[in-house]
């Protein structure tokens, strides 16, 4: 059975930090593309940032190239994003998703095979 469990996620003020993890259980981890995505009340999900299997190539939205990054471990089974410079327009809940793909990266909900359950992310101002 295959499990993503998100953690990290919390309230902070605006400029600050927060890292997000992601573990993962029940497949071979390494193999795969592994992407996080958002979703804000009455938005729809989107995608923030993937990195693929070997961790060498990366993507993100453009609103947060140069604040998040995104890492993965795969020795651990772990994906993380480290967000800074948070805003308030980056309130959400936060997926961590796995695209059983060892391709790019891709950025559509529809690509990801699995999801984890979400962790909250309120940023104040």
């Known amino acids: 059975q295959v499990q993503l469990v998100e953690s990290g996620g919390g309230l902070v003020q605006a400029g600050g930090s927060l890292r997000l993890s992601c573990a993962a259980s029940g497949l071979t981890f390494s193999m795969y593309t592994m992407g996080w995505f958002r979703q804000a009340p009455g938005k729809e999900r989107e995608f923030v940032s993937g990195?693929?299997?070997?961790?060498?190539?990366?993507d993100y939205k453009d609103s947060v190239k140069g604040r998040f990054t995104i890492s993965r471990d795969n020795a651990k089974n772990t994906v993380s994003l480290q967000m800074n410079s948070l805003k308030p327009e980056d309130t959400a809940v936060y997926y961590c998703?796995?695209?059983?793909?060892?391709?790019?990266?891709?950025?559509?909900?529809?690509?990801?095979?699995?999801w984890g359950q979400g962790t909250q992310v309120t940023v104040s101002s």
């Open positions: 998703a796995l695209d059983r793909w060892a391709g790019p990266v891709r950025r559509r909900i529809v690509e990801y095979d699995y």
């Open positions: 990195i693929t299997w070997s961790g060498a190539t990366t």
